[in-house]
């Protein structure tokens, strides 16, 4: 009986180090992005959290119903990730890793088993660089500065802006795509899935939660950009690249701890972690 038991996991196990051999190279790109980029260091957390998703449904997914309609869904992934090799294109190798996933759990649990982890194989999307990411910094840039600088005119300051430049007299600030607030965006956005999964209520207004996100990060950025012009028009454009440098973390506090408020404005709670998903 205990051999029984045991050969799943020796299963699974197998094809974990079989994945892990064939995806090697998109292993590796995904860490160098994760320990390289602003935006997505967050992508470490990622798996891990997924993971403990599926564990907190581990007595609903012990019922197995294999299926041969899996073998479709894995035929399509690998198609797509001889594409993305193909062409150079990692993301498609990651996204292609992600159809994978689900078609191993249709094949060997059931169409059933997937619907149960639905959510934890969606928020995988968090961990993969999407190409269009930069094309939204861009445009937050151009908010920001915007929205900023308006801000700094209603305050009274003399400002002058100039492309993504912001000037007082003597003074210049450049605001660049690091300065968009993509990185609170992108990082807020991935936690509160995490958090509107875990609430009790309607999904529509969980929904309008993370419809928030946005523009809770430009506000926050806003005033984080706004705080550093200010520091550096009353005291010294040190103290201000100062302020710049390690504000980041204490403004995404402010926009996590505004999507809190909010939360609770439109009277939704957490649910207890064992029943989520039910």
Known sequence: MGHMKGKPILVWLALAVALGLFYWPTFRWLANTWL??????????IPPVSAFLVWTKRKRLARREPTAKGAFVLAAGAALYLVGMNIEMRVLGALSLLILIA????????????REILFPWFFLIFMIPLPALLDLGYWLQEISVKS??????????????????IHLDSLAF?????????????????????????LAGPLPR????????????????????????????????????TFH?????????????????LSRAMKCRLRELHTAGS
Do not use: K
């Open 148 to 165: 900023s600088s308006g801000l700094l005119s209603l305050l009274g300051l003399p400002v002058v802006r100039v492309g993504q430049e």
């Open 245 to 261: 440098d390690y504000s980041d973390p204490f403004f995404f506090a402010v926009a996590l701890f505004a999507l809190l408020l």
């Open 36 to 45: 390289s980029s602003d935006y997505y260091s967050h992508g470490f957390l």
């Open 206 to 241: 969980r929904i309008v939660l993370l419809a928030l996100v946005l523009p809770i990060a430009i506000a926050a950025n806003t005033i984080r950009i706004v705080s550093i012009v200010l520091i550096g028009w009353h005291m010294s454009m040190d103290t201000a690249m």
């Open 174 to 198: 450049s605001v660049g795509v690091g300065c968009s607030g993509l990185n609170t965006f992108v990082a807020l956005l991935a936690l509160a899935t995490f958090y509107a999964y875990l």
């Open 103 to 114: 078609g191993l759990v249709i094949s060997f649990m059931g169409i059933r088993a997937f």
